[in-house]
């Protein structure tokens, strides 16, 4: 007899050069999370980082939208956060959302969006939150592996730029009320990551529904 469903929901953030990327693939393929697969199928792993606002690459999405980009990014917060209620037995892999908008856009403009309307829809869903950060000093390591297949590694010639983002990020995570893990990556040991994360998730009960 198969045993309960397993559904887990997880939204990692943290600022670039924190491989949460890398992460969500592990996570997405790993069978204490999404169950053992004897052949590969589609499993939703998506990010607030895609650039589907704009017709060029690294363009413009939910993250780094303009001011006058403001309803259809909040449209397109709506309409995720409808798919996931609609979808609530399945398990979401999440990339970057809600939090690294608000960084960029405090950062950036200087306007903050709380969220706490789209948290409160996703905590009964039994969405988590996964923050993963880096010691300042182990993001010069981090650039050098990420400039080997990096597509644009003009982004990551400013470190002290992903320190004061880590920075905000630290009280925009305090601020959350979704469960949250602290996941420290200064080792860059991708594999011990998302066992700790699999480890949580088992132990808290996130891997299964909660109604």
Partial sequence: M????LCPKVILEGTRLTFKTDIAFALNEHPRIVGPRKYR?????????WC???NFPWGRGLINFEPQEEALAMETYQTW?????????YSWIVDRFHLS???YQLRTYGTDYP???????LLPLGFRLVYVSRSPDSFAAAR????KVSGNPSQYDDLQVFVEEQQLMDRLVDESCLPTLKLDIS??????????IADWLESTGGLYATC
């Fill in 2 to 5: 198969a045993g309960p469903k």
């Fill in 41 to 49: 199928y589609h499993s939703p792993l998506i990010s607030g980082e």
């Fill in 52 to 54: 589907a606002f704009t």
């Fill in 81 to 89: 956060a409808r798919l996931f209620e609609l979808q609530r037995y």
């Fill in 101 to 103: 908008t608000r960084m």
């Fill in 115 to 121: 969220f706490r309307w789209l948290e409160q829809r």
């Fill in 144 to 147: 050098a592996e990420r400039l």
């Fill in 187 to 196: 080792d860059n040991n991708v594999p011990a990551a998302v066992e700790r």
